[in-house]
């Protein structure tokens, strides 16, 4: 298949998959809110209508969970690929993931164990996933994949089962890699995200548009990775910055940090866990890549950026950015 001939159409199953990350939460947590629900409902003086109505709340609340959960591997859809593009299509709702000829990129992710690979498709308007769950005998087939995806954390990873936790099987995200690569391979070196305020920051190639500022990636910049405290909100946040400079133009892409115990916990503690955390290379990544990842995740801490310099980016895609800015001739 030649790039912009039409692609027949091709139907992958999707299938739900229990969310680990949530597993602990979602067995202990509901029945305990509901006994204790039941409990006040029992042990206050209030007329027998607002203790039934307690009642029936904390009933609803034990059996949430259980409503909600699906059998492991039960079958909910498929992921269409045809000469429009992809489609991610589901009992509840479809969603369109790209179309070929528009605008769109295409991440890939992977935890550190392996255990898990994501499509993460960004374009204008969304950004739109498809989980992949890698079993052992799936690592040889998925080497080259593994090998070129961003490392995230587990939570991070886990993250994406927000805008759906339906997976594809291994052999067929490795089919979809291989049609994207014949039909959009420049998808690959895109990246499409929009601030809170309708700011649209895209990485495009050899150009990275912030706002109304563009930054050429074949030219000298600078850049660096800053790490800073901000309040808002009444609580002291902790976040991650990327700051870009190139003839006279700055600014600095922000998200909150990865590690959520550290705005969870905002506090000096935290704020010196961190900076401690980002300087360390005591575990060494399996390969160059993940040293070079972890070298263009360090920060340097500073004091809070001026807000109008400042472009909010979703957390997962900070690493991407960087090693973009990082492929640029430098200014020293």
Same mark, same amino acid.
């Given at each position: 298949?030649?790039?912009?001939?039409?692609?027949?159409?091709?139907?992958?199953?999707?299938?739900?998959?229990? !969310?680990?990350?949530r597993?602990?939460?979602?067995?202990?947590? =509901?029945?305990?809110?509901?006994a204790?629900?039941?409990?006040?409902?029992?042990?206050?003086?209030?007329?027998p209508?607002?203790?039934?109505?307690?009642?029936? #709340?904390g009933?609803?609340?034990?059996?949430f969970?259980?409503l909600?959960? &699906?059998r492991? *591997?039960?079958?909910?859809?498929?992921?269409?690929?045809? %000469?429009?593009?992809?489609m991610?299509?589901?009992?509840?709702k479809?969603?369109? @993931?790209?179309?070929? %000829?528009?605008?769109?990129?295409?991440?890939?992710?992977?935890?550190?164990?392996?255990?898990?690979?994501?499509?993460?498709f960004?374009t204008p308007?969304?950004t739109?996933?498809?989980?992949?769950?890698?079993l052992?005998?799936?690592?040889?087939?998925? &080497?080259?994949?593994?090998?070129?995806?961003?490392?995230?954390?587990?939570s991070?990873?886990?993250w994406s089962?927000?805008?759906?936790?339906a997976?594809?099987d291994?052999?067929?995200?490795?089919?979809?890699?291989?049609? !994207?690569?014949?039909?959009? =391979?420049?998808?690959?070196?895109?990246?499409?995200m929009?601030?809170?305020q309708g700011a649209?920051v895209?990485?495009?190639?050899?150009? !990275?548009?912030v %706002?109304?500022?563009?930054?050429?990636?074949?030219?000298?910049?600078?850049?660096?990775g !800053?790490?800073?405290?901000d309040s808002? *909100?009444?609580a002291?946040l902790?976040?991650? %910055?990327? &700051?870009?400079?190139?003839?006279g133009?700055?600014?600095? @892409?922000?998200?909150?940090?990865p590690?959520?115990?550290?705005w @969870?916990?905002?506090?000096?503690?935290?704020?010196?866990?961190?900076?401690?955390?980002? *300087?360390?290379?005591?575990?060494?990544p399996?390969?160059?890549?993940?040293?070079?990842?972890?070298?263009?995740?360090?920060?340097? =801490?500073?004091?809070?950026?001026?807000?109008?310099? &400042?472009?909010?980016?979703?957390r997962?895609?900070?690493?991407? #950015?960087?090693?973009a800015l990082?492929?640029?001739?430098?200014?020293?």
């Open positions: 298949m030649q790039q912009g001939e039409p692609v027949d159409s091709l139907h992958y199953p999707l299938t739900y998959t229990a !969310l680990p990350a597993s602990v939460w979602w067995r202990i947590a =509901p029945p305990v809110i509901a204790l629900t039941i409990l006040i409902a029992l042990s206050i003086s209030a007329p209508a607002l203790r039934i109505t307690l009642i029936l #709340f009933g609803a609340i034990a059996a969970p259980r909600l959960s &699906r492991d *591997g039960e079958p909910c859809g498929e992921v269409r690929i045809d %000469g429009h593009g992809i991610r299509i589901e009992a509840k479809s969603v369109r @993931l790209a179309r070929w %000829g528009g605008p769109f990129g295409v991440t890939i992710f992977s935890n550190r164990a392996c255990t898990r690979l994501l499509f993460a960004t308007d969304s739109r996933y498809l989980n992949v769950p890698i052992r005998r799936d690592t040889d087939t998925l &080497r080259d994949l593994l090998a070129n995806a961003i490392v995230l954390t587990d991070d990873v886990c089962h927000q805008d759906s936790s997976t594809i291994a052999r067929d995200a490795l089919d979809l890699y291989r049609v !994207l690569m014949t039909r959009a =391979p420049a998808s690959f070196e895109r990246v499409y929009s601030t809170p649209i895209l990485l495009n190639g050899g150009i !990275l548009r %706002g109304t500022q563009m930054f050429d990636l074949t030219a000298p910049l600078e850049w660096q !800053l790490v800073f405290k808002g *909100g009444g002291s902790v976040y991650q %910055g990327t &700051r870009v400079r190139q003839a133009t700055e600014v600095v @892409l922000v998200s909150l940090l590690d959520a115990a550290a @969870l916990r905002p506090n000096e503690a935290a704020w010196h866990e961190f900076i401690r955390e980002s *300087g360390r290379t005591s575990e060494q399996e390969s160059s890549t993940r040293v070079n990842d972890v070298r263009l995740m360090k920060s340097v =801490p500073v004091d809070p950026p001026p807000p109008e310099i &400042r472009f909010a980016i979703d997962l895609f900070v690493l991407p #950015f960087r090693q990082d492929r640029a001739p430098s200014v020293h």
